[in-house]
């Protein structure tokens, strides 16, 4: 580091390349199609001054502020378990409830609508329940790496001296928290604002938010205009809601070191008591409807058996719903996710370290751009991607490059929120006392920075990876080569009657899940005890 | 409209910026530029299939090499279809049934061409006057039935609010739903403009339940994966299909239909406007009504062909019922009610 004018000039051209990523494939897109269908004709107004898109602005909002309280709600102790205590299979559990996050929504829905033989079925309720399944992962993974390094002594202390353990959790451990508490939240919040699959399939018609609305006027009505407005609203509401969480945010995270991980084995009967409620929390709360699903997968003519495995490996052909044998499906699978995490991990990477760099206004500004992939309309970005490359040289809507780059953009997020906390953390004295003893910038470079950049580029990547497998929302809006994956062969497959397209479309959902779960454990491996968002 | 001119001055200055940023970083031209007059586009819904071999074959035949782009849903399809209109995602548009027809027509997005295969095709699948699509299969919707759940199942559209059948039926929001919607047209058929919003008050009476797509009535409700319900909303072929897909392997049909309950859809194809290909688009047409595509039609979307000379696959033959009679609605009628009978079909069965 020379001068502050160097310095400048090396953020910005850092920041180049993820700065051309989001604007080409993701503002681009959206100004594109806004400027194409965005019109306040009579009939728009008239529709969006009508009760039923007040009504579904306001199910919208409450759907997700009670999503996310609950999460928080339930998330809370099976971080705190995670974090306070050190057991056998900690990361597995880490790792585990990691794996519904990146489920696609068909898989989710059809273990929804009956676990076991309760018929749950279409109702408010089926989608709390399944925005919690989902997004459950959001605050157990921020929290809880968070918490286990926060110096329990304080609160120790505190109830020596006779506070109630409520009284400490209010005063002390809460505050204490904010920083990543509210920063979890508010990408819960994200989430479930902008709800599609979940909403759409578990509600049966019968309720609304802004994005399944969006798509029913653009794709069932052809009404762009309506739906432009309606995407725009979304847009504006979690733009404003990013710009506010931001500013909260800003506190000054405490984490007290890099790797101290206060975690304890649970010693008395109480604290297994404690753990074992949290685990059960975490069991009754992901693990029935995950059980439930591969239990059904293991269900064949009234017989347990591995029967739907074997046949998902029968020839394709003629009369099979799937084009392609099924390691051509994990293959392309696998091939997409390399190159959107790579993708998405080098862009999250250098998006991550300009975020480091800057400060104030900007800072928050650019902290909130980051995540608004996750809440932009996505049928209309899809619809956009289609009117922005319609020109020759670039034409590439008939191009399958375009899938990887759609999962990129849903993971660049994550590697963003996974990667700058890990590099938050590197410590600046460690710098000073290499450069001190007479290293060379390169040299610190390599001692320093790289082992850390280099683990947070993994984690990032397996991050992005476990996503794009699960990915089923964004690219269902593009024209896609005939190229199946994973998730579009269970649609695939879920969309035949007769009991072995059903029983192959429950088994390869299980191998999705072992997928997703084993690129989740790889990166508890690779992240080392660094600290993370996810 | 919602497409009016005047927001097109906005797409200029954006494909400038496209060019020049696109030109600093990405190398990917190479993948959609040297299309030449022998390649020609397909776009279809999530729902297409077809035997490699026969694409193979028409391939060789016409030294054209077939690219096919998958949409999502048959409205998406179209929707997507209207918005890049003039700059097509491709040559030909595979799969704009009925329901969509009058919408597709409307916008202009087709070009006409009359094949010569046509002369075959009975005129009953001969909706579109002016040649913009060609029929290519067709298909009914009909209520099904587990065959073992009844003594006596219903037989028609009308039994469906008798109280015997209560709390039995599961059907599909025709808002998000092509079997849904087709659903809804075959009780605007049969009770008419007046009558059909009294029968579905009397479908709501009598329990009816309503989920989102397909999959989520016939493997989430349906007896047949566990669920409840023993009358759903699905296909005329769908108990072929649970013939082929049986597991363990059986010679009888779980599931049945009731022939007095069904709507017909019909699937066309078109050359879609501003097509590069446009002849190469004309033979993909044609050979959509070859008896190698028309024969493959069955097995892989279990559809009906609309070609009198295409051979029945054997299963269709055994286990197959095409109803006597099948309701049908002008596709003009369909699109210009269309937004009206949805939204009151809303009103009375879910609010």
Not at chain 1, 184 to 204: D, P
Not at chain 1, 253 to 263: I, L, N, P, S, W
Not at chain 2, 242 to 247: F, R, S, T
């Amino acid at each position: 580091m020379t001068g502050r004018g160097t310095s400048r000039r090396t953020t910005v051209l850092l920041g180049l390349v993820p700065a051309v990523f989001i604007g080409v494939f993701f503002l681009l897109p959206l100004a594109v199609i806004f400027g194409e269908t965005l019109a306040f004709s009579r009939s728009t107004v008239t529709t969006l001054t009508g009760s039923s898109v007040r009504s579904v602005v306001w199910f919208t909002t409450w759907q997700a502020t009670v999503s996310t309280a609950v999460t928080l709600v339930i998330g809370l102790p099976i971080a705190w378990a995670l974090a306070r205590f050190r057991f056998p299979g900690r990361q597995f559990v880490r790792a585990a409830v990691t794996v519904p996050f990146v489920l696609p929504t068909v898989v989710v829905a059809s273990a929804f609508t009956r676990i076991g033989s309760l018929q749950i079925g279409t109702s408010v309720w089926a989608i709390l329940w399944a925005h919690v399944f989902f997004n459950v992962a959001v605050v157990v993974r921020s929290l809880s790496g968070y918490w286990a390094r926060l110096d329990p002594a304080i609160e120790e202390q505190a109830r020596v001296l006779g506070a109630s353990p409520i009284i400490v959790f209010r005063r002390i451990t809460l505050p204490r928290l904010q920083p990543v508490l509210l920063s979890a939240a508010a990408i819960v919040f994200l989430f479930t604002f902008s709800s599609f699959g979940v909403v759409l399939l578990l509600s049966g018609g019968r309720r609304a938010t802004i994005e399944t609305e969006v798509w029913r006027y653009a794709t069932q009505r052809t009404e762009f205009d309506v739906a432009a407005v309606l995407a725009l609203m979304q847009l504006l509401v979690v733009g404003a809601m990013l710009w506010v969480a931001g500013r909260a945010g800003r506190k000054q995270r405490q984490v007290d070191g890099v790797t101290v991980d206060h975690g304890v084995a649970p010693a008395s009967w109480r604290q297994r008591t404690q753990l074992g409620a949290c685990l059960a929390l975490a069991l009754v709360v992901i693990g029935i409807p995950l059980v439930s699903l591969v239990g059904r997968s293991l269900r064949s003519g009234n017989a347990w058996s591995a029967n739907n495995y074997l046949r998902l490996f029968d020839d394709p052909g003629p009369s099979s719903p799937l084009a392609e044998p099924i390691w051509q499906i994990g293959a392309n699978s696998v091939w997409f996710a390399v190159l959107a995490s790579v993708l998405a991990a080098s862009t999250g990477l250098l998006a991550a370290i300009v975020l480091h760099r800057v400060r104030g206004r900007i800072a928050v500004f650019l902290d909130g751009l980051v995540l608004l992939p996750l809440g932009a309309s996505a049928v209309m970005l899809g619809l956009g991607l289609l009117l922005t490359f319609d020109t020759e040289p670039f034409d590439w809507r008939a191009s399958w490059f375009l899938i990887p780059v759609a999962h990129a953009l849903v993971g660049f997020p994550f590697v963003v929120r996974s990667v700058l906390p890990m590099i938050r953390n590197i410590e600046p004295g460690l710098r000073e006392a290499a450069a001190t003893l007479g290293a060379s910038p390169r040299q610190v470079w390599r001692s320093v920075d790289e082992p850390i950049v280099r683990r947070a580029f993994g984690v990032g990547a397996g991050f992005a990876f476990a996503v794009s497998v699960g990915e089923f929302g964004a690219t269902s809006f593009l024209a896609r080569p005939q190229r199946l994956t994973m998730p579009t062969a269970i649609f695939r497959l879920l969309g035949r009657p007769g009991a072995v397209t059903y029983g192959q479309a429950m088994a390869l959902s299980v191998v999705l899940m072992v997928v997703t779960a084993t690129a989740m454990l790889l990166i508890e491996r690779g992240r080392g005890g660094g600290v993370g968002d996810f | 409209m919602p497409h009016s001119g005047t927001h097109k001055f906005i797409r200029v200055p954006s494909r400038a910026i496209v060019a020049l940023i696109a030109a600093c970083g990405f190398v990917l031209v190479a993948c959609g530029s040297d299309v030449a007059s022998t390649t020609i586009t397909v776009v279809t819904h999530d729902s297409f299939a077809v035997s490699d071999e026969v694409i193979a074959d028409f391939e060789q035949r016409s030294g054209l090499t077939v690219q096919f782009l998958e949409s999502a849903d048959a409205g998406t399809m179209v929707s997507e279809a209207i918005l890049t209109q003039g700059k097509p995602i491709g040559d030909v548009l595979f799969g704009v049934d009925n329901t969509f027809l009058g919408r597709a027509l409307d916008s202009g997005i087709f070009r006409s061409y009359k094949s010569p295969a046509l002369a075959n095709i009975p005129l009953e699948f001969q909706v579109d006057n002016g040649n913009f699509v060609t029929p290519v299969d067709y298909g009914d919707v009909c209520i099904n039935y587990w065959v073992d759940a009844f003594d006596e199942p219903p037989s028609s559209l009308a039994d469906l609010t008798d109280s015997a059948y209560e709390g039995l039926f599961v059907t599909q929001n025709p808002e998000t739903s092509s079997p849904g919607m087709a659903m809804l047209l075959a009780t605007v058929a049969a009770f008419g403009e007046e009558g059909w919003e009294d029968y579905w008050e009397a479908l709501r009476a009598n329990g009816v339940a309503v989920t989102s797509g397909w999959s989520d009535a016939y493997y989430g409700e349906f007896v047949g994966a566990g669920g409840d319900r023993s009358l759903v909303t699905s296909y005329a072929s769908s108990p072929v299909a649970e013939v082929i897909y049986a597991d363990p392997a059986i010679d009888v049909a779980p599931t049945a239909i009731i022939e007095d309950s069904c709507f017909r859809q019909i699937e066309f194809a078109g050359v879609l406007a501003g097509a590069k290909n446009v002849s190469g688009a004309e033979q993909f047409i044609d050979f959509l009504l070859s008896d190698s595509f028309q024969n493959d039609v069955p097995l892989n979307m279990f559809v009906y062909p609309v070609s009198p000379s295409a051979t029945l696959p054997e299963a269709f033959v055994e286990h197959s019922v095409v109803p006597a009679t099948s309701a049908t609605l002008d596709p003009a009628t369909i699109e210009a009610n269309r937004s009206a009978w949805t939204e009151r079909w809303v009103e009375i069965v879910l609010r």
